[in-house]
């Protein structure tokens, strides 16, 4: 990946995007820390795909959705029953 800063890749961004596109992911930085990456539309897609699952995909999967903490039994005070009368 080739550093392009902000200045270069402002005036520069047909260039920018084409060694993209020919070579991959570009980095565009900001006075000398890295700000954004520019990345070819496919490769966007892929890694938008590989992050979120779909809906088929998460209720069929046998890896929990997420943590549920649940209190201990006896741990909570419970209402007293109505009384009926």
Do not use: N
């Not at 961004?13 to 991959?24: A, H, I, K, Q, Y």
Request: charged share 30%; proline share 9%; glycine share 8%.
């Amino acid at each position: 990946m080739k550093d392009w800063p902000v200045h270069a890749a402002k005036a520069r961004f047909s260039e920018l995007l084409d060694t993209c596109l020919r070579e991959g992911p570009q980095v565009v930085t900001r006075r000398g820390e890295e700000a954004a990456v520019l990345v070819p539309a496919e490769a966007w897609r892929k890694l938008q795909g590989a992050t979120r699952p779909s809906l088929k995909q998460l209720l069929l999967a046998d890896a929990g959705r997420g943590d549920l903490e649940l209190p201990a039994r006896g741990s909570k005070k419970r209402r007293p029953p109505p009384s009926l009368g």
